[in-house]
């Protein structure tokens, strides 16, 4: 599982969409079209999130092909992940035809584990569309952190209240250096407060080095 | 789960955005310097520092700001394989047709350039800058020859784009049935019914009381008005953009309008606005670009010959020119469907490290694109705060005016509204106007293409504004067109052309705009 893999997902291969007619006993007549449409994914191990782009499919129902952890040796069954999720929120309107979808694991109501293969089924009943599909699907494995926060190693964690009192007497100390000093050459081309703020540096080391 | 996952997407997008702003580096002064103070203690630093922005105000300041990016555009989505054009416009099919509109207006634009021998931008020599310089408040009173010029496209143009979308996927192949529209929009996008209307605009029942209706002459201030006056100001008091725009759904009395408009789009006059304005006047003294020109012509043409705008000429040839030179406007170019043209520096064409966006603000004016200004100069005098709410404007709904989208603020979905809310309420009128050859779209579309600027009297127009503020949409737009055709219907029918019914609607300037609206709407 590459870097890639997580970021971009991993395009899977679909089986040819199957439309479901009904009538149409013999192969002469055609029967007409039911609306839905069912499509195979033949799954790579591991990966539990799918995202794809609708082309016009009001509803999609997944179902998942998997072997129970604790059932090895068993055949592996169907089993109904999602149903009937809107994707459209009018199938006769255009809102939502062409947009971008995903369905993670939290959404399904079994866990995508051991899953072999997916079965996406579609469905549109509206008759004011020509053909409705999805497009681009891709699979992205079980989501990890993949940006680790910077956390720096925690430190004797400092006592913001003493050492602002301290940094107060060091800041009344630094003060009277400087009225003492004044009275010395000038300090020439440096802003007197950067050499305040060097010096209190050097002073909060010295604070909080252990 | 999945709402806690976008919620906080959302607010990191805020966050992001509202990072580099110039409200940002003041919030972080005010935090610094209120260090000073007394009250702030230490060991409760991050609460003691955010109760003093709530209570010197920044707070409301902060979520104006918030308010304003939740309002504005399309935030991105949270999947990573969503592509920059499908946040601009979701469907293939509106894409496609923008941009060959598109290439349809810089063609015309080119030509026009060539044959007229006036190249798209040229420097203006130091002679001609100090004329315009002395002359800034007085353009209008300049006459150049502007004879040869002709706009580059206008409303009618626009309306034929829109007529020829077909949606690639549509089974029209089937016989009409149910779903018959008799209308020119033959896209199906998804528009609000009357019921839907009514939950959505229930402000504006007939139970609720409105100016516009309850401001009348003839009813007793003390019953309504007074009481909304007062509860106006105590909104401006407050300072909080939400509440405005909640307010705005009933109307905005004429003396708070300007205020709340300013509020409500969080357009504050800065100083570093009006530095802005004036390096943008700067920019129009240095380059003469052929765009001005299109600006000249629209404006003599259009708000010039109005009997309620012509004394607003030379605001409009301010606003209109710094607002060409803009390249903040390019921002709404993230979602709007519309792509701004490029130009090429002349020998290198193609190459795209000598391109820039022509003209700067990538908006290319067409006939009557001065009367979105216009109104606007009944409410401000100053020219760099006309400027900047107009430009508020135009990036959260005039741009949707003119350009081909799915949204359901856009054109298209208006149009369809409108002859949907006609073909369902008026049937016997629509039918009758389609036997005649009257579409009524083709009467009403100058009308929504202007959001009925110049066609209303002044004070109704700003009543429709209102609206359209306060419920954050240009629907009403539509609703009052049908509400139009629905009040001279009785007309309507006797008439036996398009002409004659072009007759029948062309004065709208003593027409009230909420009843119209509130009796289509609720007393159907």
Excluded at chain 1, 43 to 52: N, Q, R, V, Y
Aim: glycine share 4%; aromatic share 10%.
């Amino acid at each position: 599982m590459s870097a890639d893999d997580v970021t971009k997902g991993v395009a899977c291969t679909l089986k040819p969409p199957v439309f479901l007619h009904f009538g149409g006993g013999d192969s002469k007549t055609q029967g007409c079209c039911s609306g839905v449409c069912v499509i195979d994914v033949a799954l790579p191990p591991g990966k539990t999130t799918i995202t794809f782009k609708n082309f016009y499919t009001a509803l999609v129902s997944v179902r998942l092909q998997r072997r129970s952890p604790g059932q090895e040796g068993a055949a592996a069954k169907w089993c109904t992940a999602l149903r009937d999720r809107p994707l459209m929120t009018n199938p006769h309107t255009e809102a939502g035809a062409q947009d971008y979808y995903s369905i993670d694991r939290k959404q399904m109501q079994v866990e995508p584990d051991g899953v072999s293969s997916i079965r996406l089924i579609l469905k549109q009943p509206s008759s004011a569309w020509l053909t409705f599909s999805v497009q681009d699907v891709r699979i992205f494995p079980r989501m990890q952190p993949v940006r680790k926060e910077l956390v720096f190693p925690p430190q004797d964690p400092l006592d913001v209240a003493s050492v602002s009192c301290r940094l107060q007497q060091m800041w009344a100390l630094s003060q009277v250096m400087q009225s003492s000093q004044s009275h010395a050459a000038s300090v020439g081309r440096f802003d007197v407060r950067t050499t305040h703020a060097r010096t209190s540096k050097y002073i909060f080391h010295l604070l909080t080095s252990p | 789960m999945n709402e806690d996952a976008e919620l906080s997407q959302t607010i990191a997008q805020l966050v992001r955005r509202l990072k580099g702003t110039h409200l940002h580096a003041q919030m972080e002064r005010e935090a610094r310097e209120c260090l000073h103070q007394p009250e702030i203690q230490l060991d409760s630093l991050k609460d003691d520092v955010r109760s003093f922005l709530r209570t010197s105000g920044w707070e409301r300041k902060l979520q104006n700001a918030v308010h304003r990016e939740l309002h504005v555009g399309r935030l991105a989505p949270s999947l990573p394989a969503v592509p920059a054009e499908h946040l601009k416009e979701p469907l293939a099919y509106m894409r496609k047709a923008q941009a060959s509109w598109e290439r349809r207006i810089v063609k015309s634009l080119n030509s026009m350039s060539t044959e007229l021998g006036v190249p798209l931008a040229r420097m203006r020599p130091a002679t001609e800058q100090q004329e315009l310089s002395n002359k800034w408040n007085e353009m209008g009173t300049d006459e150049p020859d502007l004879s040869r010029f002709r706009p580059v496209y206008a409303p009618k143009d626009f309306l034929e784009v829109v007529v020829a979308l077909r949606s690639p996927n549509l089974n029209s192949g089937e016989d009409a049935g149910a779903r018959s529209h008799w209308g020119l929009v033959q896209v199906p996008l998804g528009v609000k019914d009357i019921a839907q209307l009514r939950e959505t605009y229930a402000e504006l029942s007939l139970a609720t009381g409105q100016l516009g209706i309850d401001d009348n002459a003839h009813i007793h201030p003390d019953v309504f008005e007074n009481n909304y006056i007062d509860i106006g100001k105590k909104v401006l008091a407050k300072q909080d953009s939400a509440a405005a725009q909640q307010y705005s759904r009933r109307g905005c009395p004429t003396g708070l309008r300007a205020d709340l408009w300013a509020l409500i789009l969080n357009s504050v006059n800065q100083p570093q606005d009006v530095l802005h304005f004036e390096q943008l006047k700067a920019g129009v003294l240095q380059h003469d670009l052929l765009v001005d020109n299109l600006i000249y012509k629209d404006v003599k043409l259009t708000a010039s010959n109005d009997d309620y705008y012509f004394v607003f000429e030379d605001f409009l040839y301010q606003v209109l020119l710094c607002f060409s030179r803009d390249a903040a406007v390019l921002e709404h170019f993230k979602y709007n469907s519309a792509t701004p043209p490029k130009s090429y520096i002349q020998g290198k064409e193609g190459d795209d490290d000598y391109a820039v966006f022509y003209p700067p603000n990538g908006v290319i004016p067409f006939h009557g694109f001065s009367m979105y200004v216009a109104p606007l100069c009944l409410l401000y005098n100053e020219p760099s705060k006309l400027y900047s709410v107009f430009r508020e404007m135009y990036t959260r709904y005039f741009f949707r005016l003119h350009s081909v989208s799915s949204a359901c603020s856009g054109i298209v979905s208006l149009c369809l509204l409108f002859e949907r809310l006609l073909q369902t309420h008026l049937p016997q009128l629509f039918y009758h106007l389609r036997q005649i050859g009257a579409q009524p779209l083709r009467i009403a579309f100058k009308w929504l293409v202007r959001a009925f600027s110049g066609y209303l009297c002044t004070d109704q127009l700003l009543f429709l504004w209102d609206r359209i503020l306060g419920y954050d949409s240009l629907e009403p737009v539509a609703v009052l067109a049908a509400a139009i055709f629905a009040f001279r219907a009785d007309n309507l029918m006797e008439v036996t052309s398009l002409a004659s019914a072009e007759a029948v609607l062309a004065d709208l300037s003593t027409l009230k705009v909420m009843p119209l609206i509130q009796i289509f709407l609720f007393a159907v």
